[in-house]
C-alpha cells in the first residue's frame, strides 16, 4: 500500500488541491473497465494527493467506518460527495433526494462539507443516444432554480452541507447562457456554482469572464481542459460526450483550454477560500494510464501556485 508523501504548502492562500476518482476513469458504482477503489486511493496517496471527492455512490465503500478507515491508513480527506440529479423533472423528486440524502450522510461522515450536484446527461453516457430533449421547456425552467433551492436549504439544514450545481457536457447546464440563468435564478444562501473548468470550455463559456463576473457564487472547482481540435470534431460531427472523451478531449496540462495558470490566478482573487479539485475525464481507460498523468497535473498546477492542502474554513 502506498504512504501518503508529506503534504505539500500553499502558495495560493485560498485554494486547496485535491483529486477525484473521474481522474482514474470512474464514472460508475461498479464498472468491468474501472480499477478497484483500493488501487485508485493508493494511487491517489502516490501521486501526492491529500484531499479526494467521493466520486459515484457506490464505488468508495458506503459504511462511514469503512471509508474512514481506508482513508485514514492513506492519509487522505474528503473535500465533498457527488451526486447526480434532476431538478427540471418534480416527478423525481422524491428518488433523486433518497439518492441525495444517501451521499449527503455519507460526505457529511466524513467531515466534508460540499454536495456537487451533476445534471443528468441528455445523452447515454455509453452509446451517445438521445434520451430526452436537449432543450428544457419554459415550465421546466421556471422551477428549475426554485428546485435547486429547495434542495440546497435542506442540506444545509439537515447536513451542514453547500450544494454546488456543475455544468455538464451533454446536460441542461452547460453553456454559459445556462448557467448564469441558474445562477441568476437562484439564491445564493442554497445554491452556488461548481466551476467546472472543463465543462464550461466545452459549452463554449468563458471562465474568466464567469470567475470575475460571478465569484461570490464560485463554491468550489474542477479544474480540467479541453483540446480545441476534439472541440472542433463536436461541433462539427455532433458527437456526444462520451464519443468526445473516447477520442481524447480532456487533457492533460499545459494542453488545452482554459490555461490552468489564468483559472488559479482569478480563483487567487476571489474573498473565498475554495477546493480545487482535479479532474480528466478518461473514461475508459487502461489502469497504467491515469497515475502518471495525475503526477504531471499535480506538478503543474504546483508551478501555477496550486500546491495547497489546507481545508478551507470559510466554505459556501
Known amino acids: 500500500m502506498a504512504t501518503a508523501p508529506t503534504p505539500l504548502r500553499t502558495t495560493v492562500g485560498n485554494l486547496c488541491l485535491g483529486s477525484a476518482p473521474d481522474s482514474w476513469g470512474i464514472w460508475f458504482p461498479q464498472d468491468e473497465h474501472q480499477v478497484p477503489y483500493t488501487r485508485f486511493l493508493d494511487e491517489l496517496a502516490q501521486a501526492g494527493y491529500e484531499w479526494l471527492e467521493l466520486g459515484p455512490y457506490g464505488y468508495l ?3 462511514p467506518a469503512v471509508l474512514a478507515e481506508e482513508l ?3 492519509g487522505l480527506k474528503v473535500s465533498g460527495g457527488t451526486a447526480f440529479g434532476a431538478l427540471h423533472r418534480p416527478e423525481a423528486w422524491d428518488d433523486m433526494l433518497t439518492h441525495v440524502r444517501q451521499v449527503a450522510t455519507l460526505t457529511a461522515a466524513a467531515g466534508a462539507h460540499h454536495l456537487v450536484l451533476i445534471p443528468p446527461m441528455y445523452r447515454d453516457e455509453k452509446t451517445g443516444d438521445f434520451t430526452e430533449s436537449p432543450e428544457l421547456s419554459a415550465a421546466q425552467w421556471a422551477g428549475f432554480g ?11 439544514d439537515d447536513y451542514d452541507i453547500r450544494l454546488v450545481l456543475h455544468p455538464h457536457a451533454d446536460s441542461h447546464i452547460q453553456t454559459q447562457p445556462e448557467i448564469e440563468r441558474l445562477l441568476n435564478e437562484s439564491d445564493s444562501r442554497y445554491t452556488n456554482l461548481c466551476l467546472d473548468t472543463g465543462h464550461v470550455a466545452y459549452g463554449g463559456g468563458d471562465n474568466l469572464d464567469l470567475i470575475r463576473r460571478f465569484g461570490e457564487r464560485v463554491g ?3 479544474i480540467k481542459q479541453m483540446d480545441p481540435d476534439v472541440l472542433a470534431q463536436v461541433a462539427a460531427e455532433g458527437l456526444s460526450f462520451g464519443e468526445a472523451v473516447k477520442r481524447g478531449v480532456c487533457v492533460a496540462p499545459p494542453a488545452g483550454v482554459p490555461n490552468p495558470a489564468d483559472v488559479v490566478t482569478e480563483l487567487a482573487s476571489l474573498d473565498a477560500e475554495l477546493f480545487v479539485v482535479v479532474e480528466q475525464d478518461l473514461y475508459p481507460c487502461a489502469p497504467d494510464v491515469p497515475l502518471p ?3 504531471r497535473t499535480r506538478e503543474h498546477l504546483a508551478d501555477c501556485g496550486l500546491t495547497g492542502t489546507r481545508r478551507p474554513l470559510h466554505t459556501r
Open 61 to 63: 465503500p458506503t459504511e
Open 72 to 74: 485514514a491508513v492513506r
Open 146 to 156: 426554485k428546485a435547486a433551492d429547495r434542495l440546497g436549504k435542506l442540506l444545509l
Open 220 to 222: 468550489y472547482v474542477h
Open 293 to 295: 498523468i495525475a503526477v
